[in-house]
C-alpha cells in the first residue's frame, strides 16, 4: 500500500492533518512578542533557537473568527522549503498513516469549478469520518 504519515490536530473542533515530513517540532503555545501592523493571522514572533518565527493563528488564517489563544492550545512548527512558521492549533491528537488512495483532492461538488482549495491538498477519510489535509505551501 502507499501509505503517508499525517499529524492530527484540531482547530475549532475540526480535525485537520499536515504531513510530518514538514513538522519540526510541536510544544505547548508559550508566550509571544506582539508586532503592530501583522497580517490579522499572524498573533506574534517567537524566539525559536536564535532565529524569529513567525507564528500564526490557524483558525484566523481559516476565516473561522478573529479568536484568542488559550493556555491549553500548541504550536506546531512546521517548515516548508526555507520558510519556517510556527501554527496555532487546540489540540494535538496523533500521527496516523493513511492511504493516499482514501484521499479526495478533486472536489467539485458539482460545480463548473473546483472549490477554491488555497489551504487544502485533500480530504482523507479515516473511519469514516473527514479530515482535512492543509496544503503546507499555502
Partial sequence: ??????LIFKVQDLRYALAVDGIREIFKLPELMAVANM????IGLLNFR????PVMHL????GQGNLECQVSDSLVVL???DLWIGM??????????????????NL?????????SAFLSGVATVDSEMIML?????
Fill in 88 to 105: 496555532v492549533v487546540n489540540q494535538v491528537e496523533e500521527v496516523i498513516e493513511i492511504d493516499r488512495q482514501s484521499i479526495k483532492t
Fill in 50 to 53: 536564535t532565529q524569529v518565527l
Fill in 39 to 42: 497580517p490579522s493571522d499572524i
Fill in 134 to 138: 492543509l496544503n503546507p505551501e499555502a
Fill in 59 to 62: 483558525a484566523r488564517r481559516l
Fill in 79 to 81: 517548515q516548508w522549503r
Fill in 1 to 6: 500500500m502507499n501509505r503517508q504519515s499525517f
Fill in 108 to 116: 467539485s461538488l458539482g460545480r463548473e469549478q473546483a472549490i477554491n
